[in-house]
């Protein structure tokens, strides 16, 4: 099943290799013709072929193969009605700020979200077709009747076409999810720097001249004034390392961002008494009392130009 996503047969050779099978099943030998052997994907894809087709050996094999390239044409349908909840908290996103909690919670939930529609999407398509129910209208009636009809045949066979499916549905999901990622904390700085008005091509990422240990995820000039940040979701104890550095730096403005979940008022006071600014996420800043009293502690929200040019 891995090998067919790995695959990727686009839907004409599909519709070509099921008709040559549904033709003869001896076939299998001359699926080859469906194959651009001038590519190097083309050559991929049949040295994948391959592999399933040495795995046939008899009349259930077979009806595997058959049943796995008709769904596979299905898992596509699903794979994007799995992502609707995905593609709408993209919208969502687009509303927020990055640097918020609730910016981060999407970002970090949406693969899950995914699996588990996608599971549940299984088991909706599966329960109709146990029940020889009608399932999309973009499934071809007839079509959805022999994927019914191979299914139950496998099951008299003690086969589980369900979890058939989701191996193949699941490899799909987490591809999408590699080839969709990154959401992460130092790209939404990023855009957030960018936004307020930072030039994208002024900002690097280097080591301190003064304590190569500490590494600055982005160092730029503003106004005369040099300004290093670290960015981490949750500090732990790596702010003693930014302490440190802050005793023995030549650079101007020093300022940790993070989203604020392990702050707490001890390690908050130790960050500013060394002169590092701190940036939280605007959802921890309003809920803590001590982060508004503490100077130099600042929400994601009032993260702006005119702050940096003011510290």
């Known amino acids: 099943m891995k090998c ?23 076939s299998l030998h001359k699926l080859q013709q469906h194959i651009n052997f001038n590519t190097k994907n083309g050559i991929n894809q ?83 077709i146990d029940n020889n129910q009608f399932f999309h ?17 496998l099951k008299t066979h003690g086969l589980e076409p369900n979890q058939i499916f989701m191996l193949i549905l699941n490899e799909s999901i987490n591809q999408s999810i590699i080839s969709s990622s990154g959401n992460n904390y130092e790209d939404r700085i990023l855009k957030k720097l960018q936004s307020i008005g930072i030039d994208r091509e002024t900002i690097t990422k280097k080591h301190d001249e003064n304590d190569s240990s500490t590494e600055f995820d982005f160092f730029f000039d503003l106004n005369g004034k040099t300004y290093g940040i670290g960015a981490k979701r949750t500090l732990r104890e790596r702010y003693k390392q930014f302490i440190k550095t802050s005793q023995m730096s030549n650079i101007d403005v020093m300022i940790e961002i993070t989203l604020g979940l392990d702050l707490g008022e001890e390690k908050a006071k130790a960050i500013r008494n060394y002169g590092v600014y701190l940036i939280v996420s605007d959802e921890i800043y309003r809920q803590n009392r001590y982060l508004q009293n503490i100077d130099g502690i600042f929400s994601s929200s009032h993260f702006t130009l005119e702050l940096l040019q003011n510290l």
């Open 46 to 128: 049949w040295n994948y072929l391959e592999q399933i087709i040495y795995e046939i050996r008899n009349n259930i094999d077979f009806n595997v193969f058959v049943f796995a390239l008709k769904i596979y044409s299905i898992k596509n349908l699903l794979l994007e009605l799995a992502k609707i909840k995905q593609i709408s908290n993209t919208e969502l996103l687009s509303r927020l700020d990055p640097l918020s909690l609730e910016y981060d919670k999407i970002t970090l939930y949406n693969p899950y979200s995914t699996r588990v529609n996608g599971a549940l999407l299984a088991l909706a398509f599966f329960n109709h």
């Open 137 to 153: 209208n973009n499934i071809n009636k007839e079509y959805f009747l022999s994927i019914c009809r191979l299914s139950q045949e």
């Open 4 to 26: 067919l996503v790995k695959i990727n047969f686009s839907d004409t050779q599909i519709i070509n290799i099921l008709y040559d099978i549904s033709e003869s099943k001896n």
